[in-house]
């Protein structure tokens, strides 16, 4: 069974630029996630999808920050403009099911200078 | 709010010492507990989970967690790390009231050979 999959695994930007992040999740799985992960920190939840349906994305800085899940399966998490505080690791998780175990791609390492 | 705590961020040991990492949260009502463990250069993966039934659940690679309800803990254990247990270790909780799901700030855990 494929993981979950996430593109570019590192990118180094100027703050200001735009950034976009890939996920495809594993295949069935309905729930998918968009985390941030700072150092030192566990993973803090951006949005949450079920379907193509973002149902929670309360945390989602919606000033820079947007994602879609057009046909709800992969789904793309983007940052327009970025700021130098957004340099973190940007984790996409999904899930069968909200509340069950959650499957973790790499990551995307994001550096703003 | 809804917090996940993790008693010790970093913990150093010995091969065949015994190991206890605790966790805690606050919440009231139904919650799904996990324990993810990250391997240096790996994913986040799935340690153990507790949904229901027996209080004491046993994971991958030895190791074991004890729901206490009344304490509101759910403590890892394992009687005898490995050097190959090097890893960081993040609780979650999942709280059924709006499907969140919550993450400690992590456990670092190094053990010596």
């Known amino acids: 069974e494929a993981g979950v999959v996430q593109s570019p695994r590192y990118k180094i930007i100027e703050k200001k630029q735009p950034v976009a992040f890939w996920c495809n999740p594993i295949?069935?799985?309905?729930?998918l996630y968009w985390y941030l992960q700072n150092l030192g920190q566990g993973p803090e939840l951006l949005i949450r999808?079920?379907?193509?349906?973002?149902?929670?994305d309360s945390q989602l800085p919606k000033d820079r920050f947007s994602a879609e899940r057009l046909k709800g399966v992969d789904s793309t998490l983007k940052i327009q403009p970025a700021e130098l505080g957004d340099s973190a690791v940007y984790l996409c998780?999904?899930?069968?099911?909200?509340?069950?175990?959650?499957?973790f791609g790499p990551g995307t390492r994001l550096t703003v200078t | 709010a809804q917090s996940v705590s993790q008693h010790n961020h970093h913990v150093i040991l010995s091969e065949a010492a015994s190991l206890e990492l605790g966790c805690n949260y606050s919440?009231?009502?139904?919650?799904?507990l996990f324990w993810y463990v990250q391997y240096p250069g790996q994913h986040l993966q799935l340690l153990l989970k507790?949904?229901?039934?027996?209080?004491l659940v046993k994971g991958i690679k030895g190791f074991e967690a004890e729901f206490i309800k009344s304490k509101f803990s759910f403590n890892l254990r394992k009687p005898s790390v490995q050097w190959s247990d090097t890893a960081e270790y993040f609780c979650?909780?999942?709280?059924?009231?709006?499907?969140?799901?919550?993450f400690g700030a992590g456990t670092r855990l190094f053990v010596k050979a």
């Open positions: 919440y009231g009502g139904t919650v799904n």
């Open positions: 979650a909780v999942s709280i059924a009231g709006g499907f969140k799901t919550i």
């Open positions: 295949s069935g799985h309905n729930t």
């Open positions: 999808y079920e379907n193509e349906e973002a149902v929670d």
């Open positions: 507790y949904f229901s039934g027996d209080p």
């Open positions: 998780a999904s899930s069968f099911r909200p509340l069950y175990e959650q499957y």
